[in-house]
């Protein structure tokens, strides 16, 4: 092995954007992605709340998928934020309060105030928290400084956890349940709409226990997968063609 190549092995990690210290690039060249992303991410989560029905059930899937591009351009506008930068403006210290304080202020007693009437907006409005929660996570992470790749396999491993189908089997799980309804475990899940709208007819047991499975296992691959194998079966694949 050369000096360079030993140099090289006994460096230090690299400190994501600037979060080592140094000089910083000018604010909006470095933050570009994220103001960007940021703004699609609050318009396209302003249409999904403010313009689209607060219903449980989902009757198409380019519905439900549109329902994920805030999240998308959310985990985005997290990942490519400069840790440089955030650190320098004491982002640690304002993003992880505002966050907790949007849980704490606005889901908390919304949800304790739908929790009083027989309606779907107390589903809907668990549902939107779980996104915000991942989300929220994923920027803690960040102004940590975690790097960019990670924090966007971090945000979609948690998305495919939360689409899994997990938290409806811990339902039937976890909780004591006292009602026929609920146990034993239904043959037909016909409350998963999440899982219908993939498989064109609401779920059999066997067949939620499987799309929980294939879910846990891509979450597993985001997580764990090497980016380098990723693109050598990528480039294995462009070559087969």
């Not at 690039?25 to 318009?43: I, K, M």
């Not at 609401?202 to 597993?220: D, G, N, R, T």
Request: aromatic share 12%; with cysteine.
């Amino acid at each position: 092995m050369s000096s360079t190549e030993t140099a090289r092995a006994d460096a230090p990690p690299r400190e994501p954007d600037g979060a080592g210290g140094g000089p910083l690039p000018p604010f909006l060249r470095a933050n570009a992605v994220t103001l960007a992303a940021g703004a699609v991410a609050a318009l396209l989560g302003g249409v999904v709340w403010f313009a689209l029905p607060h219903e449980h059930d989902i009757t198409s899937l380019w519905i439900f998928l549109f329902k994920l591009t805030p999240f998308a351009a959310g985990a985005v506008a997290v990942a490519w934020l400069h840790v440089g930068w955030a650190r320098r403006l004491r982002l640690p210290l304002v993003a992880v309060p505002a966050c907790f304080l949007v849980f704490f202020c606005f889901f908390v007693p919304r949800i304790f105030f739908v929790a009083r009437k027989p309606t779907e907006e107390l589903y809907y409005t668990v549902l939107t928290l779980v996104p915000f929660v991942i989300l929220a996570l994923a920027l803690a992470y960040r102004l940590g400084g975690g790097p960019r790749g990670t924090t966007l396999r971090l945000s979609a491993a948690m998305l495919l956890l939360q689409l899994s189908g997990l938290e409806d089997l811990a339902f039937l799980t976890v909780n004591p349940q006292t009602d026929p309804k609920w146990t034993p475990i239904p043959d037909t899940w016909t409350w998963a709409d999440h899982i219908k709208v993939f498989l064109g007819h609401y779920p059999s047991k066997e067949e939620a226990y499987a799309f929980i499975a294939v879910h846990v296992l891509l979450a597993l691959a985001v997580l764990f997968v090497p980016a380098s194998a990723v693109r050598a079966g990528w480039a294995k694949v462009r070559r087969g063609r």
